[in-house]
């Protein structure tokens, strides 16, 4: 029952919609209806055990200290004084998507169970990268990209997404498992598409994260790829400080005024206290930093700076170390230097660098369908069960 209702999510979650209405919300709730189904059936029939990573338990924990010291937002609904009712959203969510991580992690799982979800996932990314093409060419019945100008083509490729910056990270956690599969086409048509969005993000993403993934393969390949890698990130930094053009082509979409004014306002008095240590409130900048700023998005567009605003610097801290803690149960320099890397959890842990480098430039970890496939990828690498 719980993998049956892990897969119909996988399924389900990224083409959840509501007629006339913003994509985002119908894929949310499904993403939390069918983490919380799943979990509670795990509950009645003791699947939960013993969850190898402490950081996210101490983090959703954390959460509710961070919002008993956070300033009071006083907020009267039907005349009933109601305290930062944002802040119970945003928790409950961690805690839902907290219960759904450690019901994978202990799921026992067969070779055949892993690949059936697996491909599951090639699939969904590939049938949404089919219609994105489709797209491309001005062919679509059910969604219209409404925040983008109908005259840049590629602003019309989201297929049921949304929008071409939530499709390229999608497409990109997926396009590392495509590999492992050896579904090459897919992987190939996939990546077309997601270059075709025009997401420097999800791109450039996609780009580091195969990197990382095809350096596992070997000791020659780790350093082949480590060069690679520097030259890269060392040409583009040289480029755009020594040519505009490059500087042009690098657009931030006002991210970085965002990010500049969040860390400005996080270190700002409000009755003669600064809040930088603990944050503002969970889920505290979708609803308080755009009044102040009249900023045209209610995200920072990064996950990490957005956290920061809402957790303040010690939430930030769990957050990575919980990141951290994934990519120490599952890398190994000396397993690769000695070509005994797993290519499954090499795989895995690719899709899951994909997201963390999207978090840094969207709002990927806001979004229904790709937390839920993050999740899912992340109980796969804390299961001891995994292929070869």
Not at 58 to 74: D, G, N, T
Not at 160 to 180: D, H, K, N, R
Not at 204 to 232: C, D, E, K, N
């Amino acid at each position: 029952m719980i993998k049956w209702l892990l897969n119909l999510g996988l399924i389900v979650v990224p083409i959840a919609f509501l007629p006339n209405m913003d994509t985002r919300e119908p894929k949310m709730a499904a993403a939390l209806m069918v983490a919380l189904a799943l979990s509670l059936v795990a509950i009645y029939k003791g699947k939960i055990g013993q969850f190898n990573n402490r950081w996210p338990c101490v983090l959703v924990l954390y959460m509710l200290i961070s919002a008993y010291l956070s300033p009071k937002v006083l907020i009267n609904i039907a005349n009933i004084p109601v305290l930062n009712p944002w802040m119970w959203e945003a928790i409950l969510t961690a805690v839902i998507f907290l219960l759904m991580l450690a019901t994978v992690a202990n799921m026992r799982l067969t070779n055949r169970d892993i690949k059936i979800t697996l491909n599951i996932i090639v699939w969904v990314g590939f049938i949404l990268s089919i219609y994105g093409f489709i797209q491309a060419f001005g062919i679509d019945q059910f969604y219209v990209c409404s925040d983008h100008s109908p005259f840049l083509r590629s602003n019309r490729i989201a297929a049921t997404l949304g929008s071409p910056s939530v499709l390229a990270p999608f497409l990109g956690i997926i396009i590392p498992i495509s590999i492992y599969l050896k579904k090459y086409l897919k992987a190939i048509f996939m990546a077309v598409v997601v270059f075709m969005t025009n997401s420097q993000v999800g791109y450039g993403a996609m780009v580091i994260s195969l990197l990382f993934l095809f350096s596992t393969y070997s000791r020659r390949h780790l350093i082949l790829f480590g060069l690679i890698t520097i030259l890269l990130v060392s040409g583009m930094a040289v480029g755009s400080i020594k040519s505009k053009r490059i500087r042009n082509f690098i657009g931030d979409g006002n991210r970085f005024d965002i990010w500049s004014q969040s860390l400005k306002e996080l270190n700002t008095d409000i009755g003669g206290k600064s809040y930088p240590i603990t944050g503002r409130s969970p889920g505290s900048f979708r609803f308080l930093f755009h009044l102040k700023h009249d900023a045209a998005t209610h995200q920072a567009h990064n996950d990490y700076v957005e956290f920061l605003y809402n957790c303040g610097i010690i939430g930030l801290g769990l957050l990575l170390l919980s990141i951290f803690k994934v990519f120490k149960l599952n890398f190994s320099f000396k397993d690769i230097w000695h070509n005994k890397a797993n290519r499954y959890r090499m795989a895995l842990l690719s899709s899951f660098l994909c997201a963390c480098l999207c978090a840094g430039g969207v709002f990927v970890w806001q979004l229904g369908a790709t937390i839920y496939y993050t999740i899912t990828i992340l109980g796969l690498l804390h299961n001891k069960g995994g292929l070869a």
